[in-house]
C-alpha cells in the first residue's frame, strides 16, 4: 500500500501546479485561470506519537459499501496581473 500524503502536501503539491500558469508567458497561448474539482480520501492517522490530518486522491477507482465517500475539493488559480514571466 503507498503511503498517503498529508493534506498540506497534497494541496502544496496543487499550488505548484497552479503556479505554472505563467510558465509560458513567452508563448502564444497563455493560460490565465485554472479550476480544479478533485476527489480527496480525508482522514486522521497516527504517525508516530502525533495524529496527522491525511488527504490524498483516491486509492482506487471503484468503492465498496464500507468505504466512505471521498470528500470534493474545489480550487481556483488565477494569474495577477504583473504575473508575467
Known amino acids: 500500500m503507498t503511503k498517503r500524503r498529508p493534506l498540506g502536501d497534497t494541496l502544496g503539491d496543487l499550488v505548484d501546479v497552479g503556479g505554472m ?3 509560458g508567458a513567452g ?3 497563455q493560460v490565465r485561470s485554472m479550476d480544479l474539482e478533485l476527489p480527496l ?3 486522521f492517522a497516527l504517525e508516530g506519537r ?3 490530518l491525511v488527504g490524498d486522491l483516491p486509492q482506487f477507482l ?3 459499501a464500507f468505504d466512505p465517500e471521498p470528500a470534493r475539493l474545489s480550487i481556483s488559480f488565477v494569474a495577477q496581473p504583473g504575473d508575467e514571466s
Do not use: P
Open 21 to 23: 500558469l505563467s510558465a
Open 27 to 29: 508563448s502564444a497561448l
Open 41 to 43: 480520501d480525508i482522514r
Open 50 to 52: 502525533s495524529v496527522v
Open 62 to 64: 471503484t468503492r465498496t
